[in-house]
């Protein structure tokens, strides 16, 4: 069997070009934007003492050679979250980074262990902020591309059409007929077994060893994710405090937190919080995440102290990270996200 001709041949190249050449626009529209808005643009250090702290998250990691020959762990950031916080503690106020970040165990049609964040902090105000943003930028990137529905395997959305607003447990109620939040504590506890039985009575299957979190990610892949982002984007919010680890709780509802997920065409684009503030109980969290991490893939990953510090100093803020490859996907049709970088990391022999 001959195999498939790569990126760099000239007829390949060729067929890829226009997309990104878009790929090009809408960045430069994207900073345009945001410069019109006085946000100011920063670039993150790709080495970090810490590629983050949550539990699925899997990380490059490498060593550090100091003059004197001593070695110390470093890993390519998976976010540039913890950067741009610490600059929110040095005193800026609006700031967003386009660049790429790096996540292992990652590659698929809309997977790349290389890719591109963008990612925008605002001081002072809320995530409400954020919802409003989304909506802007689909509409931004669809008019640079000439784009006038976003479609990806079949599914089509208006990326101008206001986008719908759905909670986390409005989700599990309407798709799977479970009620969420019966299942967490105000403390954020959470009662595996009784999720796991109403698993049972909706008809998805279940492991014997499957944790709330198993559970939770169970529904949402077999029967939410699936169901938004239709004829327009989908902003599901209000994750229950386990599924956020990095947002502040709601004033509403002790139970969820400050988080909200951007989707459209049945793809997730966007992942923003009203951020935590609170270093004890950032400290708290990111232990319970490197324990299931542990649990699950036998290994964890430091705790950036440096950032734990700048989190007492930084003011009230809302962030946001979004996938700007998915985002070109989306704009120009592509069916794979490598139809949209540049050079692709070449794929491991098998």
């Known amino acids: ?68 020959g001593t070695e110390h762990p470093l890993y390519l950031h998976t976010s540039p979250e913890f950067a741009c916080k610490k600059l929110l503690a040095a005193g800026e106020r609006r700031l967003f980074s386009l660049g790429p970040v790096y996540r292992n165990r990652e590659r698929g049609a809309l997977h790349h262990p ?97 944790t709330w979190a198993d559970c939770v990610s169970r529904v949402m892949v077999e029967r939410v994710e699936p169901r938004l982002g239709r004829g327009r984007a989908t902003i599901l919010c209000e994750y229950p405090i386990p599924e956020a680890a990095l947002a502040r709780p709601s004033p509403a509802d002790p139970r969820v937190a400050e988080r909200f997920e951007l989707y459209c065409c049945g793809v997730e684009l966007a992942n923003a919080f009203g951020e935590l503030t609170d270093p004890a109980e950032q400290r708290r969290r990111f232990a319970a995440e490197m324990d299931e991490r542990a649990r699950i893939y036998g290994e964890r990953y430091p705790i950036d102290e440096d950032f734990l510090s700048a989190l007492a100093q930084m003011p009230e803020a809302s962030g946001l990270a979004l ?23 070449a794929e491991a022999p098998r």
């Open 1 to 68: 069997m001959t195999s498939a001709s790569p990126w760099w041949a000239p007829h390949v190249h060729a067929d890829r070009r226009p997309r990104l050449l878009a790929r090009n626009r809408i960045a430069a529209s994207l900073r345009a934007w945001f410069a019109a808005r006085d946000f100011v643009e920063v670039e993150a250090a790709a080495l970090q003492v810490s590629p983050g702290n949550e539990a699925h998250l899997a990380a490059f990691a490498t060593t550090a050679i100091g003059p004197d």
């Open 114 to 210: 290389a890719f591109t964040m963008l990612e925008w902090y605002r001081a002072g105000e809320t995530y409400d902020a954020l919802m409003r943003d989304c909506a802007d930028l689909l509409g931004l990137a669809a008019e640079t591309a000439g784009a006038t529905t976003f479609a990806w395997r079949g599914v089509e959305a208006d990326p101008f059409a206001e986008p719908e607003r759905l909670t986390v447990a409005e989700a599990f109620a309407a798709y799977a007929g479970i009620d969420l939040l019966a299942t967490v504590g105000p403390d954020g506890s959470t009662d595996g077994p009784a999720l796991a039985a109403a698993l049972a009575r909706a008809g998805i299957r279940t492991a014997p060893d499957d």
């Open 323 to 345: 996938g700007f490859d998915r985002l070109v996907m989306l704009a120009t049709g592509a069916r794979r996200i490598e139809d949209v970088i540049w050079t692709p990391v």
